[in-house]
T-cell receptor, first 113, second 112 residues
Framework: EPEVTQTPSHQVTQMGQEVILRCVPI?????FYWYRQILGQKVEFLVS????????KSEIFDDQFSVERPDGSNFTLKIRSTKLEDSAMYFC???????????FGSGTRLTVV | GENVEQHPSTLSVQEGDSAVIKCTYS??????FPWYKQELGKRPQLIID?????GEKKDQRIAVTLNKTAKHFSLHITETQPEDSAVYFC???????????FGTGTQLKVEL
């Protein structure tokens, strides 16, 4: 069964540093998403991406965040200057437009120290 | 925007009993309601979903019911087993590539 792949699985970074989280969505999927889950809390929507542009973003997705699909297969989330409160599990997801089945990646645990 | 509320936050049952988790949503345009099971440190795993043109769906020990008028949907697990212990999240979406809005989660513990 096709999978959404995320790297790295765990990243520790110093406060103020930039991080890039990487995702490889399922090849024939057209919508891509980033979600965040702070430990012990619910999964929160960050941003959706379709046709090489952001289709929707949440209030969490401020100017410190950006997304990119640099090469037609990878889908990245960049946090420019990390804060302690950015510590969370970040999940990438993808979906075909004609289907309702979201496929989640295994997540990247980001720890900001 | 959409708001999804989920109850209870914790649920403890004896093995073999049934468990019911309830969610309400606010946006009448939502038409897709999945349920996810999440084990500690893992990704959410889809266990069952329902679309708004259906009132009930069943898959072995798991069933979901939807009341569009009242804007609520429920997960029913029968004959619970220890391996059912996990956090369960409901979610809602308008479909067609729109985002999922998640509930706050229910920690289910199945005791021997």
């Amino acid at each position: 069964e096709p999978e959404v792949t995320q790297t790295p699985s765990h990243q520790v970074t110093q406060m103020g540093q930039e991080v890039i989280l990487r995702c490889v969505p399922i090849s024939n999927h057209l919508y891509f998403y980033w979600y965040r889950q702070i430990l012990g809390q619910k999964v929160e929507f960050l941003v959706s991406f379709y046709n090489n542009e952001i289709s929707e973003k949440s209030e969490i997705f401020d100017d410190q965040f950006s997304v990119e699909r640099p090469d037609g297969s990878n889908f990245t989330l960049k946090i420019r200057s990390t804060k302690l409160e950015d510590s969370a599990m970040y999940f990438c997801a993808s979906i075909q437009t004609w289907s309702y089945g979201y496929t989640f990646g295994s997540g990247t645990r980001l720890t900001v120290v | 925007g959409e708001n999804v509320e989920q109850h209870p936050s914790t649920l403890s049952v004896q093995e073999g009993d049934s468990a019911v988790i309830k969610c309400t949503y606010s946006d009448s345009a939502s038409n897709y309601f999945p349920w996810y099971k999440q084990e500690l440190g893992k990704r959410p795993q889809l266990i069952i979903d329902i679309r708004s043109n259906v009132g009930e769906k069943k898959d072995q020990r798991i069933a979901v019911t939807l009341n569009k008028t009242a804007k609520h949907f429920s997960l029913h697990i029968t004959e619970t087993q220890p391996e059912d212990s996990a956090v369960y999240f409901c979610a809602a979406s308008k479909g067609g590539g729109n985002k999922l809005t998640f509930g706050t989660g229910t920690q289910l513990k199945v005791e021997l």
